[in-house]
């Protein structure tokens, strides 16, 4: 499976929206809601017509346990929408697959066209994740709130969010907590696991310490220890400056 990135190039973006609604205008607004919002195709494609009407925010409920999570509709989006929806029946799917048919789209068929739309402008790297991938790097970019973007896609960490979106840490935005809540949260956490976690990394760099000083070691090694001892040390000295 490729790895799908976000489209950070404005006009490589507006040129993959017009491919969309060369195709069908359906397919440009299930992109822009999803560029627009965070929510993930397969949530999108179960959308009725009820459920985006007016609407400045969308509920959905996320994992096995089912938990609601709000997501946010710009106005400008709200606009889109409306005029999309004018004149549709509140329990019809927002994305139906075919005229002739009150079911919705597949997400086999979003994504064939996807790729299609992706090819016509140059992008051979689009898939299901692109909308959300999309909207969390401009999200990251305006605001800088990793933590945001972390809560509302339930990921165990910042890290991960960092990845998701193809970004390096912001060092001194990770060791900034945002909220009262995140900082007792981590309060609570490292009173139960933070002296097991910082004997693992002793053992790290120890084991690390042992590698680097054995003959041969490859270059490829090498180079990857540096990069990781690097992010440490620029890590521990933002981390000090705000000690």
């Known amino acids: 499976m490729n790895w799908v990135s976000p489209i950070k190039d404005a006009k490589t973006l507006a040129n993959f929206e017009t491919a969309l609604k060369n195709v069908d205008i359906k397919y440009y607004i299930m992109f822009k809601i999803g560029v627009g919002t965070g929510l993930q195709l397969q949530d999108i494609l179960q959308l009725k017509v009820k459920?985006?009407?007016?609407?400045?925010?969308?509920?959905?409920?996320?994992?096995?346990?089912?938990?609601?999570?709000v997501f946010r509709v710009p106005e400008e989006l709200q606009?889109?929408?409306?005029?999309?929806?004018?004149?549709?029946?509140?329990?019809?799917?927002?994305?139906?697959?075919?005229?002739?048919?009150?079911a919705p789209?597949?997400?086999?068929?979003?994504?064939?066209?996807?790729?299609?739309?992706?090819?016509?402008?140059g992008l051979n790297s689009i898939g299901a994740q692109t909308m959300r991938k999309t909207f969390a790097w401009n999200y990251y970019q305006k605001t800088g709130d990793i933590y945001y973007l972390q809560k509302l896609f339930n990921h165990a960490s910042p890290s991960i969010t960092y990845?998701?979106?193809?970004?390096?840490?912001?060092?001194?935005?990770?060791?900034?907590?945002l909220t009262k809540e995140e900082n007792e949260r981590c309060q609570k956490q490292l009173k139960e696991t933070g002296s097991e976690r910082i004997q693992a990394i002793r053992q790290f760099l120890d084991a690390m310490e042992q590698q680097l000083v054995k003959e041969p070691v490859s270059a490829e090694y090498c180079g990857q220890a540096d990069s990781v001892l690097t992010e440490m040390e620029a890590l521990i000295e933002e981390f000090q400056k705000l000690s």
């Open 51 to 69: 459920d985006v009407n007016k609407k400045e925010e969308i509920t959905v409920r996320i994992g096995a346990r089912q938990m609601p999570t």
């Open 79 to 102: 606009t889109v929408i409306a005029e999309f929806i004018r004149g549709k029946a509140p329990e019809e799917y927002l994305i139906r697959g075919h005229l002739s048919s009150e």
């Open 105 to 121: 789209l597949t997400r086999e068929q979003a994504y064939r066209v996807f790729r299609s739309a992706g090819r016509a402008v």
């Open 163 to 177: 990845r998701y979106i193809g970004e390096k840490p912001n060092l001194e935005h990770s060791l900034k907590k």
